[in-house]
């Protein structure tokens, strides 16, 4: 069947959509930002990349109130003047070219807006807008075409933005060409006939190559200087003995009058290693591997004074406070209800989809997303000390266990160098004195580990772009080496293993028609419900082409949807929502009768009776009751053939904080899979894995929720798995794209392959030591000899590891 | 043989304005975002457009 797409934002049209200027759209949302856009003279945005958009979110009035604090408008102000603003926002949803387009125009839209201009690499707007503009109004205004604003904390990306490297680089770079040129005479010995020119060009070199030493080459020092007062060796040993002997030798040269030295070698040297650095650095700027839980927390809460309502940050909540949740907001700290029930979605904190009901009286934890009417609460345990922070503090108190061990290979190499320059010196002391100091010097100069230096950087930054095309993002190169050292797999289940964007979905009660299964799928499209999601992709196989239209369209928080189609009313939603009859009578009946399962069964069919704790969701036409739809978390597609191939290598456990639902259905489809626990609270799962650090394994965890953040912390290597990369991740050295899971083991191997290439790369580098030693030794390392193997070297290790790294696709 | 002074010094004051103006662009952010700019340049003869339409029709635009 073929569906018409969304000319919005590219999902299917069901039944006969919502239709403007002969074009089809899934939802009123998208029909709107397309009037808004084509009535602004924006249409170019759909042009320029097709379907571009993205589905727009029902927006709360209420929900950006918050940013009209002065206190907390202050803080997203980057700065303001008589007339204008300036503020920074994070804008998760900018993906291509039309965004920039529709974001660079928003003044036609709203001209409050004065300008804006986007940094696409971090996700990020930078807006001028009218100084009397609400910043709830802009926030508002973002929402509604589509890109909601992020207000999580950002202090993180913030010190990102050092382009210190770009500086140190530019200085090496231009000392690089400008010595190579000036020094050019010499290589070809023109410079003899000229003493006095090539004195001047000497003098030259000189001067440019003294910013090189102490600005740009003083990470190296620096790095090595700290390294050795905490007794133990790192990479840039050497090479600061390589670049100082090399620097100190040219010196030398230049002022006895002996021509330019190697110093064009020294300055290429640098360039060559701060390319390296810099192409380590580029990593992933729009993503955020550091928040901790106050990026999730809302950043401030309506609190009731009385009888007035006043919003106020979150830290100046006290306990015992009376604060107002509204739908669809995150609770921020422990408290009891006091209105009456609510429905609590913890998927944000223990990855299950499916909302939990809360009555009056019951204690919710924070982190918790609110669905229904907005309630009352009083606070019990401030937002730094509610239960889930609590866990996060214990964890960055102790500090993760660090990887000790010097780096062995560098610590090796130091010492044979030490010993063939020892050697070499006695050597040319017994045959020649005169020379010693140039062997000595010449031998540290040629073995300075440079490729070596650049084959890490390298080869490590091209796989981790090989493994960022394949959806998983590493925060830095470390983590490609604690992956290699893995030996066991932690995996949480809930959310993980399941998936919480779709559940397994059933239909229990009477065969639908054609006619109904059309009507039904045409309203939960209208929701953005996650469980109206899932009924979508549960019915979409089974409807036909239509004509139908819905009229009306209601959703009543945290009680169903409803919707008039074709002069019939269509309810999908609770028991109570379907007839408000049904509950009066249920009330009235409610002491013969204690369970609104019994009562309910004298109106429907003894098969539809509902099974207490199941999640369901019901469905009546025109007020008959039909049956009811039942959702179950699913596994995700692939996962179980995933863990069947890791078991082969890895042992594998399972760590789950709900009932042992799925245990058998895990141990009979991986037999392999031994180590299942459930019931486990996120202290519980840290404990496991420490546990098992204890015992010497290296542990990678995978989780996604706020109650695995500890875990992830804690284990070798944390992957954090996500519906949305850009949201909602704990703290975690990679994150990982959900629909990428199965995968995993084809991302282990590619981080294993980088091993390969560093070990070719190694050997080559070697060779090249090799090489240049038996000219220093036999001392016939001149200038042209270094000026020539030093840049030959560097050059020829990128290029093994770029093709190498790219090679696997 | 004298004039090849005056082009090291020559030289090496381009250089010097090439590293400069490096460090002015560095500054300014123009190697904070490699994609936006190579699409925005593509947007620009049609927000003149625009801006000519909005001024010929003096108010009375049509969609």
Known sequence: MSQKSCYHCGDDVIGKGFNLDDKAFCCNGCKSVYQLLSSNDLGTFYNLESQAGTRPKEADKHKYAFLDVADIRKKYIDFEDATSARSTLFLPQIHCSSCIYLLENLHRIDPQVKSCQVNFPKREATLIFDKEMPLSELANLLSKIGYEPNFGSREEQKKKQSRTYLYKLGVAGFAFGSIMLWTFPEYFDIAKSNPEISQFSAYLAFLVSVPVILYSASDYFISAFKALRYRSINLDVPISIGILALYAQSVFKIFAGEGTGYIDSFAGFVFFLLIGKWFQSKTYQSLSFERDYTAYFPVAVTKLEGSKEIIVEIDQVKIGDKIIIRNQEVLPCDAILLSDEIKIDYSFVTGESIPISKKKGDFIYAGGKLLGKKSELVVEKESNRSHLTQLWNEVNKEEKKKDTGKDKLSTYFLFALLTIALGAGIYWYIYDSARTTEIIVSILIVACPCALALSKPFTYGNIMRVLGRKGLYLKNNEVIEKINATTDIVFDKTGTLTTNSSNHVDFIGAPLTEEQINQVILLVNSSTHPLSKSIVRHLKDMTTPNNLELTEFQEIEGKGIEGEIMNQTVKIGTLEFWNSRV??????????????????????????????????????????????????SEFRPGIIEVLRELAKKFTLHVLSGDKDKDKEI????????????????????????????????????????????????????????????????????????????????NHIETAKFSQSVLKICYIFSIVYNIVGLAFAISGNLTPLVAAILMPLSSISIVLISTLLALSRK | MGVIYL??????????????????????????????????????????QVKNKKTESNGNRKV
């Open chain 1, 666 to 745: 895990l141990q009979k489809e991986v037999p392999e899979l031994k180590h299942l626990l459930f019931e486990q609270s996120p202290k519980d799962k840290l404990d496991y894995i420490k546990k098992l650090q204890d015992g010497q394994r290296k542990v990678l965890m995978i989780g996604d929720g706020l109650n695995d953040a500890g875990a992830l912390e804690v284990a070798n290597t944390g992957i954090a798995i996500s519906e949305d990369i850009f949201r909602f991740s704990p703290k975690s050295d990679a994150i990982l794209e959900a629909s990428k899971l199965y995968s995993l083991k």
């Open chain 2, 7 to 48: 082009m090291l010094v020559v030289s090496f004051i381009i250089a010097i304005i090439f590293l400069l103006g490096f460090f002015w662009a560095t500054k300014n952010g123009q190697f904070d975002d490699d994609y936006a700019p190579s699409v925005r340049i593509l947007f620009e003869d049609e927000e003149i």
């Open chain 1, 583 to 632: 509950l009066e009578h249920w009330f009235s009946q409610r002491s013969k009768a204690p369970t609104l399962q019994s009562s309910f069964s004298s109106f429907v069919h003894s098969d539809a009776q509902p099974i207490a704790n199941e999640t369901a969701s019901h469905l009546s036409i025109n007020g008959n009751y039909l049956g009811r739809f039942v959702f179950q």
